[in-house]
């Protein structure tokens, strides 16, 4: 029933960092909820339904603490609903997590024979048999990567992220998600092992294209919990890069650089995990002191809140990949896994680890604008209304959630030999080689890549040379006692005040316009004018709405057919009997069809012989003669 191998006590260990900052927060955001029975009752069960998850040792179990982990979750979205936006995103985030359940129970019924209390070794002796195994890798990956929120299946994180209360954006960001990256995991090495390389190379595209999207949507966002949520997604993708070099390189019988790879996707999951946890720990704190979330209203919080501004820059630090932060250390892994393929003769590969360079590059600096933006407009400058310019410091119970979360995303920078340790035993227990050592051959001090032309990284020491070289400018300006001057701010001739401020969408503005072909922007610009002049007016407003392309040209278009095609079933049911039993019962011949499709060797003779008698039944049962 339950498994406790190395690869699951690691995740444990995630969820548990992840939740014991998460609970001291939560307990000081309690007296911001009403439901709290309600929130406490699902608050717990969420937790130790993700417990239950990588622990399972069965379909069973697995899907039944799954389902609990969607419930609970959904409800905690619902904790704080008082608009049609709270209801909307969790009716949202209630479709998708169970679209993504469908196709997890139809790949547990395959691999398990409609026994879903078999233990993983057996289902993987079942889905070696079976005769099309991209459908279940397709199966797979549709369940999973749609919790995760893999492009482009992410469009409820934006929506479901803002609606939820703080603690609970933090626990489904920062852990929820990574259960899904364990669920990949486990699934693929225990049930799908060995798998083509045409599998890695979806795996790394899906990567690389989510890496991209998530941050390019991030910079566009005013609203600072959409925002870390368009980060999830990123950083989710590039977790997949990692994943799927990982795969590749294990095709391609490269053992070293694959679980290099694997070590480096594990480490950047615990990595987001910390990084994210605390940046919606501290979007909260603001959130609550100010009343909003749009961050055109924040500003100056530094000297008012002092402790939610430091923990917040050392996750913008850590998430932007600055070192010797511990998110640059799990992406220059990633890197080098990726250079290391540069001997690989491919044609397929060539296309696809070029592009996810570039898109891991582009990643990085984009990512550095957009914490610029999210830090430098929250927490410096002028206080750009009334709540800002009053706000204060969180309680202690919210500060210590904060602070342990600050240790946490510290412990993995400093003691990272320990984790990575950790994470390559979990590969060795599943019968994989080791790399730790590798990794490592020189003690502590110095990182190794594992490729052919081998990287070297420093991370304790670049730490404790940014550590000497601040004090040794504090000194000499102790030392020879350098005086302060203070100016007022040069604003062009006009007062200075909060308006003459960068705002987030100026920031934004040359990258939207850059990218005006994916963002689509509806700009409105509108000014009052005085006696008819257009060159004198006495106030103007400029707002710009970026609509999601993939919601806009993907989902919109699916439910507007799905309302058709429901629209016409129902004229069928209501006013022509005959023909709506007619398509039942074509819809039986197709089930039962592609059984014969999928449990069987397929055969061209009888598939175009069935297609036949479906053409003919749906022409004569169903269209009939049109007069």
Request: with cysteine; hydrophobic share 55%.
């Amino acid at each position: 029933m339950f498994l406790f191998d190395t690869l699951s006590l690691v995740f444990v260990a995630l969820i548990l960092l992840g939740s014991v900052p998460n609970i001291f927060y939560s307990f000081g955001y309690l007296p911001h909820i009403k439901r709290k029975s309600h929130y406490l009752i699902h608050y717990f069960a969420f937790i130790l339904s993700m417990i239950g998850v990588v622990v399972s040792a069965n379909a069973l179990v697995f899907l039944f603490f799954w389902e609990i982990m969607s419930l609970t979750s959904w409800q905690l979205i619902l904790t704080e609903a008082k608009s049609k936006e709270s209801i909307k995103a969790a009716r949202f985030y209630f479709f998708m997590t169970h679209f993504g359940f469908l196709f997890l129970l139809l790949f547990f019924l395959i691999v398990t024979n409609g026994n879903l209390e078999i233990d993983f070794a057996r289902m993987k002796d079942i889905a070696s048999l079976f005769a099309y195994p991209t459908l279940l890798f397709i199966f797979l990956s549709l369940g999973f990567l749609s919790k995760a929120g893999v492009v482009p299946l992410h469009v409820w994180l934006p929506y479901a992220h803002p609606q939820a209360p703080s603690p609970v954006s933090a626990l489904m960001s920062g852990v929820m998600l990574k259960v899904a990256i364990y669920a990949m995991f486990r699934f693929l090495f225990d049930v799908l092992y060995p798998w083509p390389i045409e599998w890695g190379v979806v795996i790394l595209s899906l990567g690389a294209i989510s890496a991209l999207v998530g941050v390019l949507y991030a910079l566009s966002e005013h609203d600072i919990k959409a925002l870390l949520a368009n980060h999830s997604i990123e950083n989710i993708g590039i977790i997949l890069i990692g994943f799927g070099m990982g795969m590749i390189f294990d095709t391609l019988g490269l053992k070293s650089l694959s679980i290099f790879s694997f070590i480096a996707a594990l480490f950047h999951s615990f990595n987001h995990m910390s990084f994210k946890s605390l940046l919606f720990m501290g979007a909260g704190s603001v959130l609550h002191q100010t009343h909003t979330k749009n961050m055109e209203k924040y500003g100056g919080l530094i000297k008012a809140m002092p402790i939610t501004a430091l923990t917040f820059l050392i996750a913008s630090i850590s998430i932007s990949a600055l070192p010797p932060s511990n998110g640059f250390l799990s992406e220059w892994m990633i890197f080098q896994s990726m250079l290391g393929s540069s001997h690989i003769d491919n044609t397929s590969l060539k296309l696809a680890i070029p592009f996810a360079i570039f898109a891991l590059a582009m990643t990085g600096g984009l990512a550095i604008a957009c914490f610029v933006k999210a830090y430098g407009i929250t927490f410096l400058g002028l206080s750009r209304s009334k709540n800002a310019k009053y706000a204060k410091e969180v309680n202690g119970l919210m500060k210590s959630g904060m602070l342990l979360m600050t240790f946490v995303v510290f412990s993995l920078m400093l003691f990272t030999p320990f984790y990575i340790k950790w994470f390559d035993k979990a590969f060795v227990d599943m019968g994989k080689v080791s790399v730790y050592k590798d990794i490592f051959p020189n003690g502590i001090w110095h990182m190794h890549s594992v490729g052919a032309n081998s990287g070297v990284v420093s991370p304790l020491v670049l730490l404790f040379l940014l550590i000497a070289i601040t004090m040794l400018i504090f000194f000499a300006y102790k030392l020879f006692n350098v005086k302060e001057r203070v100016y007022h701010t040069w604003a062009c001739g006009y007062e200075t005040n909060s308006k003459t401020q960068y705002s987030t969408t100026g920031f934004a503005g040359p990258i939207r316009r850059f990218f005006s072909w994916l963002y689509k922007p509806n700009e409105h610009f509108t000014k009052q004018i005085i006696h008819g002049h257009e060159s004198k007016f006495k106030n103007s407003l400029y707002e710009v709405h970026v609509e999601p392309l993939f919601e806009e040209s993907l989902y919109k278009r699916v439910h507007r057919a799905v309302n058709y095609i429901s629209y016409w079933v129902y004229r069928l049911a209501h006013f022509e009997q005959t023909r709506y039993s007619a398509m039942i019962f074509n819809i039986l011949l197709t089930v039962l069809f592609a059984y014969r499709v999928f449990a069987y060797n397929f055969s061209w003779a009888t598939f175009v012989l069935e297609l036949i008698v479906m053409i003919i039944s749906i022409k004569i049962l169903i269209i009939g003669d049109k007069k």
